[in-house]
């Protein structure tokens, strides 16, 4: 029933790298929530689940704490009871039931409607499965739609914001890896992989990272914009599987397993720092009463704790060297960049395009938190919440700390991060190639780069004391002073704004924002002026949401209209019907079987087109 191989045991203890700081958290957060009791319940069972999930080794148990995950998660969402906690909670029910069903399609086709099976005769009943493909696109809807890839995240900035902070950090950091293990787990069953599969995943992954920091940059609501955060680095997790599928199909392990590793990495690091970005933000919530960036300000000298995590965090997700960000990201860049001498055509359309969108993204993701850190912690308080908060109690403190320890850990101890990961994956041992010697991480290729983190962050300490110790020998005397602003008075509405900082990126992109402008007007001397005396907002059209969704939506409402109309026709209207399918069934016999002129032709149609006004638009009597 349970199992502890290389791979569950290693998801384990990502599993719990992300829970024991979160406990603490969890515990001086727990007098911000009202419903306490149904709070913890769900909450200890939501955890108890994605444990059960890495651990299960037969269908009808992991099928069982899978769908524990989703409801305990979906009560969790449910927490506070307000209009947007149950939009979110009904939206993300109906989107993890969507991928529940292809996961269940997948083990009733696998394993013949058996669901008691071992996944030991899982995987010797996919070696034998005639149709692979099939089952690769059920694992990839099934168990992707709950990682949140692109065009399945639409849940992802409703559930996340709604939920409880320390329920964010577990969903966001530990709940989505939950899928990219199960995703990694089952791929693994299906034998011979087509080039095409791992072309698929590159590019859903390419898409995802792009996608995800666009609508990040955009995003006012702090918690949502750390939740498109998560898209975008599920993308990018995707972007070295796909790698890694691609590089197994062409017969190059070696390739192959630094890309897989790179992945799993990513993976263990994005779980650190988003958890820690979502504790921050949790405290400034906790303290401040918003989640709109535009409300915070000044807040590094009320909550400097908070503000230092939520940098070591930003700094990680930004992947600026050293941190474990930028160590996994490099590896995923020298994984791509060893596909120079491929000579295949899809292969050589598919590498440009990821290699673009991942260093676009990393570009963005800066801009991005360089707008949430320097608008939230920096400049003066845009608000009264923010000038009167202060740092958060000692528990939540404590989990902050931990987790920035874990951020820290996954960056001093890569050697044995890397080598625990080589050795959970059924891929080649390639643990000596990368790491020669403990203290530089070395490419697989002979023309790729190397990097040492210990060394960029000894060099990095050097440089900062080599500052600090210069400054101080200026015998600088401090002076306390206004900020000079060419005569004007500098206060909290000249600052920078979240919307004035992201205005050049968002007009740039307009054709997938598809901004709303809202402005107040007011009446002076009796004349309206365009200029608003509250408020200027721009709010963004979520291009999936809109697009896909509710066009898929509004499809079924007219299919099920005329559906419901064919079914409800009196005797006459049937009688009309018959006639005129009989009429199109004549009608192309002539055209395709005999010479007609053009004239017969436009008359038939004209008596079709009757017939068919008749039928579709006819009252009733």
Request: charged share 10%.
């Amino acid at each position: 029933m349970f199992n502890f191989n290389p791979l569950s045991v290693l998801f384990l203890a990502l599993i719990l790298l992300g829970v024991i700081p979160n406990l603490f958290y969890m515990s001086g957060y727990l007098s911000h929530i009202k419903r306490k009791m149904h709070f913890l319940i769900h909450y200890f069972a939501f955890v108890f689940s994605m444990i059960g999930v890495v651990l299960s080794n037969e269908i009808l148990p992991f099928l069982f704490f899978w769908e524990l995950m989703s409801l305990t998660s979906w009560q969790l969402i449910l927490t506070e009871e307000n209009e947007e906690s149950i939009k979110a909670a009904r939206f993300y029910f109906f989107m993890t039931h969507f991928g529940y069903v292809f996961i269940l399609m997948f083990f009733l086709l696998i394993s013949n409607s058996n669901l008691f099976l071992s996944f030991d005769s899982l995987k010797i009943a996919a070696a034998g499965f005639k149709y692979p493909t099939i089952l690769f696109f059920l694992i990839a809807i099934g168990f992707l739609s709950k990682a949140g890839v692109v065009p399945l995240h639409v849940w992802l900035p409703y559930a996340h914001p709604a939920a409880p902070s320390p329920v964010s950090a577990l969903m966001s950091g530990i709940m989505l890896k939950v899928a990219i293990y199960a995703f990694l787990r089952f791929i693994f069953f299906l034998p011979n992989w087509p080039i095409e599969w791992g072309i698929i995943i590159l590019v859903l992954g390419a898409v995802s990272s792009l996608v995800g920091v666009l609508y990040a940059l955009a995003e006012h609501d702090i918690k949502a914009l750390l939740a498109n955060h998560s898209v975008e680095n599920i993308g990018i997790i995707l972007i070295a599987l796909g790698v890694g599928m691609i590089f197994t199909t062409l017969k190059l392990p070696l390739l192959a397993a630094f890309a897989f590793i790179a992945g799993v990495y990513h993976t263990f690091n994005h779980m650190s720092f988003k958890s820690l970005l979502f504790m921050s933000a949790g405290s400034v919530l906790y303290e401040t009463h918003t989640k709109n960036i535009e409300k915070y300000g000044g807040l590094i000298k009320n909550m400097p704790l908070t503000a230092i995590m939520f940098l070591i965090a930003a700094v990680s997700i930004s992947a600026l060297p050293p941190t474990n960000g930028f160590l996994s990201e490099w590896m995923i860049f020298q994984s791509m960049l060893s596909s120079s001498g491929i000579s295949n055509l899809a292969l050589k359309l598919s590498f440009p395009f990821a290699i673009f969108a991942l260093a676009l993204t990393g570009g963005l993701a800066i801009a991005c938190f360089v707008k949430a850190f320097g608008i939230t912690f920096l400049g003066l308080h845009r608000s009264a919440n923010a000038k009167y908060a202060k740092e958060v109690n000692v528990l939540m403190q404590i989990g902050e700390i931990l987790m920035a320890v874990v951020v820290i850990s996954l960056m001093l101890f890569l050697p044995f991060v890397i080598k625990e990961i080589n050795i959970a994956l059924p891929i080649k041992d390639i643990y000596n190639k990368i790491f020669p010697t403990v203290w530089i991480m070395h490419s697989i290729t002979n023309n790729g780069g190397a990097v040492s983190p210990l060394l960029l962050l000894g060099g990095l300490i050097i440089i900062v004391a080599a500052i600090y110790l210069f400054y101080k020998s200026l015998n600088v005397k401090e002076r306390i002073y206004h900020t000079w602003a060419c005569g004007y008075n500098t206060n909290a509405k000249s600052q920078y704004s979240a919307t004035g900082f992201a205005g050049p990126i968002r007009r740039f992109f307009a054709w997938l924002y598809k901004p709303e402008i809202h402005t107040q007007t007011q009446t002076l001397a009796g004349h309206k002026t365009k200029f608003s005396s509250s408020f200027y907002e721009v709010h963004i059209k979520p291009l999936f949401e809109k697009s896909l969704y509710l066009g898929s939506e509004k499809l079924a409402n007219v299919i099920s209209y005329y559906i419901y109309r064919l079914s409800h026709f009196e005797k006459e209207r049937y009688v009309v019907l018959i006639f005129n399918l009989l009429l199109l069934v004549l009608f192309s016999y002539r055209v395709l079987y005999h010479n007609v002129t053009w004239g017969n032709v436009l008359l038939e149609i004209i008596v079709m087109a009757v017939f068919i006004k008749i039928l579709i638009f006819g009252e009733k009597k």
